[in-house]
Every structure is written in structure tokens, then in C-alpha cells.
């Protein structure tokens, strides 16, 4: 049980950042100083991962870069990490003052791969700050004090791996999230109960210590937030994790048939983490009812920690445009 918003009852007692405290209550420009003030010398990259997303990707760089002219004092780095977009996301991006790196470059370097969870990796390859935030990049309501927010838990906390948003989820758009509430929480409940308090598990918006992301494997595909949760958990321990709420969260909508691969990856990867995952199952692919299937990926990309001294050179990754 959470005896606080983003803090088990059997933790040792943090801030409380819920939607009801005093954390949240602060008015944005407040957090930020306090950010700003408090990282020092630590260096903040927030990654958007990109693929055909030009209705929104430079908004939501516009949104990060609001009030902000010359040097950024919170976000040392604003990167669109684009995966094989046909649209002009990429330029979009660029033009609306973000770093933008192609998955293309990372793949020629380290080999192909698939997925937002490729793309995460990815995007800690092309990225060398101390803290990185994740935000994605359909989400119509994102804001610069969203990464103040984020980050405010790693910066006062060393314990601090991952930071998870909350937020308030318009019951148009499905409340908490459909694979969320359908798939995700049943199946934490009954085979990682102690994970239970997470609101929001698969929220693409979350900031990571680099010191510690790079310990573990990063999956492709859909799985890759609730198999992030589950081996920090099991590397670093229950306070490793929090969350902070951020208020509304918009973004494009996709329809049912759509999820249902992203509901297999993600209940796939949840299974075989808690060792649930029967010999005979598979999960290579989902199968139809007409006798059709779809590829799943739950395939996995190594830690960074684990990549060669010659690996792990990035300086051929060139940005973009």
C-alpha cells in the first residue's frame, strides 16, 4: 500500500509530489528555479522519440522552448530522436529549435532494431547528460515545468532512478489509459502487487538517472516502461521509483485494433519478467481469429553499461538536417 502519492508505506518517507501537495500546488516558474538551483553542474536532456508525428513535434519543442532565449538554464538538451518518419517531423522539429537525430545513424552504428523501446536506447546513445526525460511527442499539453517536475525527485533524492508522470487522463480520450486499466493493472496485481501503487506504468513521460538506466536492457518494443519498472526495481530496490503528477495529458488518440499489439507486447514482457511465462507459449507473434497473426517485439537492446569501449563512441552521430 502507498501511504503517499508515489511512495510505498514499507519506503523510507520522500516528498510527496500527488496532485493534492504542496510540491504540485507550486506554480511552475517556482519548480524550475528550484530545479535550476538545485542540479548544479548535472546536465538535463529531454528525448523525444519521433516517428511521423508533424501535427505535434513542434509544438511540443515550442512548448520546452517557451520564455527561453540563448542558453536553456533547465534543459541542456532538447533532442527529437526520429524513427524513420516519412512526414517531415524531422524538419518540424529542427525548425522549431530542437536537436534532431536520426534512429537511422544509431542503427548503421549498433545494428538494427525496432520499437519506442529502440528508440529510448537510442536516444541514451546520441546523449551524454547526467539525467534524461523522456516526453512523448503527440501530447498536445506538454510543458516546460513537466521537465522541472520529472527531474525535481532525481536532483533531491539519490536514490531516485525513475520518476513516472501521473496525471489527470480526460475521460474522452479513455481515462487512465486503456492497455493501462485493461491489461496492466490486473496483471500487476496479481504477479507484482508490490508495484501496485504506480499510477500510471506505462506513461511515456518519466526521467531517468543515467547511472542507472544504463545497468539494465531496454525492451524494443511496448514493453519497455513496465520492464524498466520491474528491473529497477529488482537491481536498485522499491525507492529507486517514484512518480510526480502533472495535471492533464492530451495526446492523439488511437483506435482499439490498434492496441491490441501494444497490449500483447506489454502483457508478453510483464509475464515473462515475473517468470509467469509458460515453455510452450508464444510470443513472437499474436494470433487472429481469421487465421492471420502480427509480429510482436519483445526483443531487447543490452545495457549500455555492457557496450564495448569502441561501441559506445558516438561522435559519428550526426544530427539531422
Known sequence: MADAFGARADTPERTDFG????????????????????????????????????????????????????????????????????????AVALAAGARVVSMGDVHHKFGPGRGKGNVLWGSLLVTDSEIVVWLDSDVTTAARDWVARLVEPIVVDERVSLVKAAYARPSDQGGGGRTTELVVRPLISLFAPHLSWIHQPLAGEMAVRRSMIEQIPLVQGWGVEIAM?????????????????????????????????????????????????????????????????????????????????????????????
Open 19 to 90: 496532485p493534492n501537495s504542496e510540491a504540485f500546488a507550486r506554480e511552475g516558474t517556482a519548480v524550475i528555479d528550484a530545479v535550476v538551483a538545485a542540479k548544479g553542474a548535472r546536465r538535463i536532456a529531454v528525448c523525444l522519440p519521433c516517428r511521423n508525428e508533424s501535427p505535434t513535434v513542434g509544438h511540443v519543442v515550442a512548448a520546452l522552448r517557451e520564455g527561453v532565449e540563448g542558453p536553456d538554464p533547465l534543459i541542456d538538451d532538447l533532442v527529437v530522436v526520429d524513427d524513420g518518419s516519412t512526414d517531415d517531423s524531422a
Open 229 to 321: 519498472i520491474v528491473d529497477l526495481d529488482r537491481s536498485f530496490g522499491s525507492g529507486a521509483i517514484t512518480e510526480v503528477f502533472l495535471g492533464e495529458r492530451r495526446h492523439n488518440h488511437r483506435d482499439l485494433e490498434s492496441l491490441r499489439v501494444q497490449a500483447a507486447e506489454v502483457a508478453g514482457t510483464l509475464l515473462a519478467r515475473v517468470g509467469a511465462v509458460a515453455a510452450e507459449a508464444n510470443s513472437s507473434s499474436l494470433l487472429l481469429p481469421n487465421g492471420e497473426s502480427e509480429l510482436l517485439n519483445v526483443e531487447e537492446r543490452p545495457p549500455i553499461a555492457t557496450l564495448s569501449v569502441e561501441s559506445e563512441s558516438t561522435d559519428d552521430l550526426e544530427p539531422t538536417g
